[in-house]
């Protein structure tokens, strides 16, 4: 099993938390992976509402150089999976459109053929990997605790551009591999609504608001912890939440927001600091608390 890495630009700048945990829990599951080096920024589906046919290229050139590397790509990222699958949903339906853009790929000796798969590491855990291996590798019943899941915008739509047709296991994917833990996944409203950020620098307000509501109504529900496989979710739902606090009446909210492998890394008994615990913005330490005190996993 091996990929075309594509980490996506939040897991090296703002959420590097996410970078170290998802190469320990790689590591530990035995993924082969050879990053996409030259590979660059997906649009983040901003650019393509200005200039969709120069996001479609940058995102076409990465599925190229994949290709030319003759493996599938693995992402770590929901925002940059939603765009990828977008953009290659588009030039595949439109052979005139591909032909244009392999017109500009052509200046550095590239041209796409349209055979690219694309993968979240949610996707590759529940369809390549499979639950029952993926939990041969926990160590920890986390029995104990409860996780709301926050998928986010781009990994639930459009689901014809991400295959749920195809693959309906991935309209409940997060669930699923949360409760493989043992843990508790918190059916909640905000799952697979927008955290806020894409709004955050027109309506600030608004957006705070929206991390607020999510937030809120997990920790109302009893969530320990929220978990979510977009690292731009993070950034917001956990670095916005003292202001999105103050919208509560009681002032407070303090739910952590963990990185999908952060959560998979405390099932497999990994150091808090292995999976970057340390760097959030609310506290984990009553998580790694009761992962500290779970009982032993057994199989």
């Known amino acids: 099993m091996k ?46 509402e200005r200039n969709q046919k120069l996001g479609d290229a940058l995102n076409v050139r990465t599925f190229a150089l994949a290709e030319k590397m003759g493996l599938p790509i693995m992402t770590i990222c929901s925002t940059c999976q939603g765009v990828m699958s977008q953009a290659n949903r588009r030039v595949l339906r439109d052979p005139e459109y591909l032909a244009e853009i392999n017109e500009v790929l052509a200046e550095e000796g590239l041209q796409y053929k349209g055979t690219t798969v694309i993968k979240h590491f949610l996707w590759v855990l529940v369809e390549e990997i499979g639950i029952e291996e993926l939990q041969k590798t926990f160590t920890k019943e986390l029995s104990g605790l409860k996780f709301a899941p926050f998928y986010g915008c781009y990994i639930v739509r ?15 994917s997060l669930e699923t591999v949360i409760e493989s833990t043992g843990a508790v996944a918190v059916e909640n409203d905000g ?14 307000s608004n957006a705070i608001q929206m991390v607020s509501n999510h937030t809120g109504e997990a920790k109302d529900l009893g969530a320990d912890a929220m978990v ?24 407070k909210i303090d739910l952590p927001i963990l990185h999908l492998p952060q959560m998979l890394g405390l099932a497999m008994g990994m150091q808090p600091k292995e999976l970057g ?20 996993a057994v199989r």
């Open 277 to 296: 615990l340390q760097r959030h913005i609310i506290s984990t330490k009553e998580v790694i608390g009761k992962a500290a005190s779970a009982p032993v």
């Open 3 to 48: 990929y075309a890495f594509y980490p996506g630009c939040v897991a090296r700048g703002g959420t590097p938390e996410l970078m170290v945990s998802a190469n320990a829990v790689m590591d530990r599951l035995g993924i082969e992976r050879e990053e996409i080096v030259s590979a660059a920024c997906t649009g983040a589906g901003v650019l393509q």
């Open 228 to 251: 979510t496989p977009c690292p731009l979710c993070h950034l917001n739902l956990d670095g916005y939440q003292p202001k999105a606090a103050k919208r509560r009446p009681s002032g």
């Open 191 to 204: 799952k697979t609504k927008c955290c806020g950020l894409p709004i955050l620098l027109i309506n600030q």
């Open 158 to 172: 459009p689901s014809d551009a991400l295959g749920f047709e195809e693959h309906p296991e991935r309209q409940t």
